[in-house]
C-alpha cells in the first residue's frame, strides 16, 4: 500500500484522507441518481470479467457518463480507474477546481488543448504502474447527440503500454443532461460494454501510426455498433 501511494502521489492522482472520504459521498450521491432517478441499466458487464487493467472508451454526451460508466465497473477494477478530466473546463476556476476535487471520483486534470510529451508520458506512467484508465475518445461532448470522429491518443495509449481497450456506449445520458443542463431529466441510461480489444505494440515501430489508424476506426465501429443496439 505505501508502494501504491509513492506511485500515486508521483502521478498527481493522491488524494489526502478527506478527499477520499468526500469522494465517496460523491459517489454515493451519484449512485442514488443514476440508478433511482435515471433508472440506470447494463449490458455485457460480463465482458468485464477477468479484466486486471483496461482502458475504458466510452461516448460522451454529457457529465454522467464517468459516472454511469464506472458504477457497472466491478469494485476491484474501479477502485484502480483514473478518469482523464478537461483541464481547460473542470479546473479553469478555483470554486469549480475545490467541487471537482472534493467530489468528483478518482478524477485528475488533463490538458486536452496542449497534449505534450511530458502529459502524454504521464498517462502512460499511471497504465505501467497497474491503473486503469478511463478516456473518452471523442475528446468533448457532443453538442447534438451524434458521435463525433475519434482522437488517436487514447489508442496510442494502450498500444504504446499493451492494456486492452474495453469499447463503451451511453445511451440515453445526451436526452438526460446534455451540455449546458445542471441537473438530469427523469430519463433511462443504460451503458453497454463490449469485448476488449488487445493491441499489440509492433516490433516495427514504422508500422506503429498505421496500425493506431486501424485500430482507432475498429473502435469507432465497435462503438458505434454498441450505440445502436448490436451487442457481441
Known amino acids: 500500500m505505501t508502494d501504491d ?12 484522507c478527506l478527499q477520499r472520504w468526500t469522494q465517496s459521498v460523491g459517489w454515493y450521491l451519484f449512485f442514488l441518481i443514476l440508478k433511482y432517478w435515471c433508472g440506470l441499466r447494463f449490458e455485457g458487464t460480463q465482458m468485464l470479467a477477468g479484466l486486471k487493467q483496461c482502458v475504458f472508451a466510452p461516448t460522451h454526451a454529457s457529465h454522467l457518463d464517468f459516472w454511469a460508466v464506472l458504477q457497472g465497473v466491478p469494485p476491484a477494477l474501479r477502485t484502480r480507474t483514473y478518469v482523464a478530466a478537461a483541464k481547460d473546463h473542470f479546473y479553469r476556476y478555483p470554486v469549480r477546481r475545490v467541487v471537482i476535487n472534493l467530489f468528483s471520483y478518482h478524477n485528475f486534470s488533463l490538458d486536452r488543448e496542449r497534449a505534450s510529451h511530458v502529459e502524454y508520458r504521464r498517462l502512460c506512467r499511471i497504465l505501467t504502474s497497474g491503473k486503469s484508465l478511463l478516456m473518452f475518445p471523442q475528446g468533448t461532448r457532443t453538442r447534438d447527440g451524434s458521435l463525433l470522429p475519434f482522437k488517436p491518443m487514447l489508442v496510442m495509449l494502450a498500444l504504446d503500454c499493451e492494456v486492452p481497450i474495453v469499447p463503451v456506449a451511453v445511451i440515453g445520458s ?46 469507432m465501429q465497435k462503438i458505434a455498433a454498441l450505440y445502436h443496439g448490436k451487442t457481441e
Request: charged residues 35%; positive net charge.
Open 174 to 219: 445526451f436526452e438526460a443532461m446534455p451540455a449546458g443542463r445542471f441537473w438530469p431529466r427523469r430519463k433511462m441510461i443504460r451503458v453497454r460494454f463490449g469485448k476488449p480489444l488487445f493491441p499489440k505494440r509492433p516490433a516495427d515501430l514504422k508500422k506503429l501510426s498505421k496500425i493506431s489508424k486501424k485500430l482507432n476506426n475498429e473502435l
Open 5 to 16: 501511494r509513492h506511485i500515486l502521489k508521483e502521478l498527481g492522482l493522491w488524494r489526502p
